[in-house]
């Protein structure tokens, strides 16, 4: 059982240009949440989706930065026009969904995305 | 606001000797604690975790404590192995809620 799926490993970008970050949960969760972690900090909470909702998106820059997670394929988080404080890395994770809408307490991480701006 | 605080950033110990990492939290809504271990370029792995109706969880040789009072846990390695070094991550949630919270973690050096 494959765990959860990040590509790229490492994205390069230039100030300006665009950064797209793929995640493909643990198969059977459809919860999946992005964290960013900036350089000697904590992981700090930007955005929780479930197929083809944004539940909770209150982490997530008001500007530039998206995210979405399809009916079908894997959950992307767009950042629009770099610049250089983007440069971090980016973790995804992902739970399954427990009956009668109670939430799983663990998340399980993939091995990030570090973005680095030039 | 800082709501989970991770005070020593590093903390290095004797192999075979028992290594004891520190929490504290502000927010009494959280309810549910986790501790995670990373490696330099990996992905945070789960390790242990507590309800706040326990004050106590053991696996092997991970135990967390709990202070609900006190609002602080801590996480026991007993016995410390090399293969222990780590940065490791205490996070936080609500049971009602989705978000982890994360402490800034802990670097342990076991050394051998």
């Known amino acids: 059982n494959a765990g959860v799926m990040q590509n790229p490993r490492h994205l390069v970008r230039r100030r300006g240009q665009e950064a797209r970050l793929r995640c493909s949960p643990m198969k059977g969760h459809s919860h999946v949440y992005w964290y960013r972690q900036l350089p000697e900090e904590g992981l700090k909470f930007m955005v929780y989706?479930?197929?083809?909702?944004?539940?909770?998106e209150s982490g997530m820059p008001k500007e530039r930065f998206s995210a979405e997670f399809p009916k079908e394929g894997p959950s992307i988080l767009r950042i629009q026009q770099v610049v250089r404080g983007d440069s971090a890395a980016y973790f995804c994770?992902?739970?399954?969904?427990?009956?009668?809408?109670?939430?799983?307490?663990?998340?399980?991480f993939g091995a990030g995305t570090r973005l680095s701006v030039l | 606001d800082q709501q989970v605080k991770q005070n020593s950033p590093s903390l290095s110990v004797q192999e075979g000797r028992i290594s004891i990492l520190n929490c504290d939290y502000t927010n009494s809504m959280f309810d549910y604690f986790l501790w995670y271990k990373k490696y330099p370029a990996e992905g945070p792995t789960f390790l242990i975790s507590?309800?706040?109706?326990?004050d106590k969880n053991e696996d092997g040789r991970f135990t967390v404590f709990l202070n609900k009072s006190a609002k602080h846990l801590s996480l026991h390695i007993v016995p410390s192995q090399p293969g222990d070094s780590a940065v490791y991550f205490c996070a936080a949630k609500k049971s009602s809620g989705d978000k982890l919270t994360f402490g800034t973690g802990t670097r342990l050096a076991v050394r051998p």
């Open positions: 989706l479930q197929k083809e909702n944004i539940i909770d």
């Open positions: 507590i309800s706040s109706i326990k």
């Open positions: 994770a992902s739970s399954p969904a427990l009956a009668g809408g109670r939430f799983e307490n663990i998340q399980y």
